[in-house]
């Protein structure tokens, strides 16, 4: 599998940690610049050094009036071209159904969705005059499962996949693939945490053989490596044939099914 040439750019969201760190690590070492974009400033010095050349550090809240395009516009103020949008951040609240909070929504929806949206249409404009590019959104079985304690974020993964679809329709014309991955059950922070509150709301106080349970319902029988889900994701925006666009790529061993 050959580099791609040193002058394309990526930006990779959620690029502080957990699946971001390893999607963003592995586009430098397919030679693309990066543009990291995270709240964690820390996290983002950890995922590659500010010193080095290939990168930029864009830390900050997404879900602010500008930012996403803000971001964009630093990958193209310092390399001229983005060639890649990595959607992979993302926020998710375990909240019973019956005491649901507008808060969680709301907060869910501006990362999940509205920071993701705006993404998407302010790389898209910079791909369309370039005459072409990739981008690919980190979405997640729980889009078409019923998860009544997890409501929020399995909406915010279904308006994922409907940005994603309507995306690639409106950029096909420009010779823009716009694709998505969703994810299984990975050892992240985000699901480690999520998943010691579901345990709690569901009154288990053995969280090792919940743990256990949730991952005997996947067929394949274990959890996702990070480095193997981010390698699907890498796949997307640099490898896959030009003839793929629309499509719900499934990483999750079996579990997501359709």
Do not use: C
């Amino acid at each position: 599998m050959a580099n791609i040439p040193e002058e394309r750019t990526a930006l990779v969201t959620g690029a502080g940690g957990g699946m971001g760190r390893d999607i963003a690590r592995q586009l430098l070492a397919r030679g693309l610049r990066v543009g990291l974009a995270d709240l964690n400033p820390a996290g983002l010095e950890e995922t590659a050094p500010a010193a080095d050349p290939r990168v930029i550090h864009i830390a900050g809240d997404l879900t602010r009036d500008g930012a996403p395009e803000a971001a964009v516009s630093a990958v193209l103020d310092r390399w001229g071209r983005i060639d890649v949008l990595v959607n992979n951040a993302g926020y998710g609240v375990i909240e019973p159904f019956l005491d649901m909070t507008r808060q969680a929504f709301e907060r869910t929806f501006a990362i999940n969705v509205t920071a993701l949206a705006m993404l998407t249409t302010a790389a898209g404009r910079a791909m369309k005059d370039a005459g072409g590019g990739r981008i690919v959104n980190v979405t997640s079985p729980a889009s078409r499962m019923a998860l009544p304690n997890y409501a929020a974020y399995a909406a915010s993964k279904a308006a994922v996949d409907s940005i994603t679809r309507a995306a690639a329709v409106a950029l096909a014309p420009h010779g823009v693939l716009v694709n998505a991955l969703a994810p299984g059950m990975m050892d992240t922070e985000m699901q480690r945490t999520t998943e010691a509150v579901l345990a709690k709301i569901e009154g288990r106080t053995d969280v090792e053989a919940f743990l256990a349970e949730r991952t005997r319902r996947i067929p394949l029988g274990r959890r996702a490596g990070v480095d193997e889900v981010a390698a699907s994701v890498v796949w997307l925006a640099l490898d896959a044939p030009a003839y793929m666009t629309a499509e719900r790529l499934n990483m999750s061993g079996g579990l997501d099914k359709d």
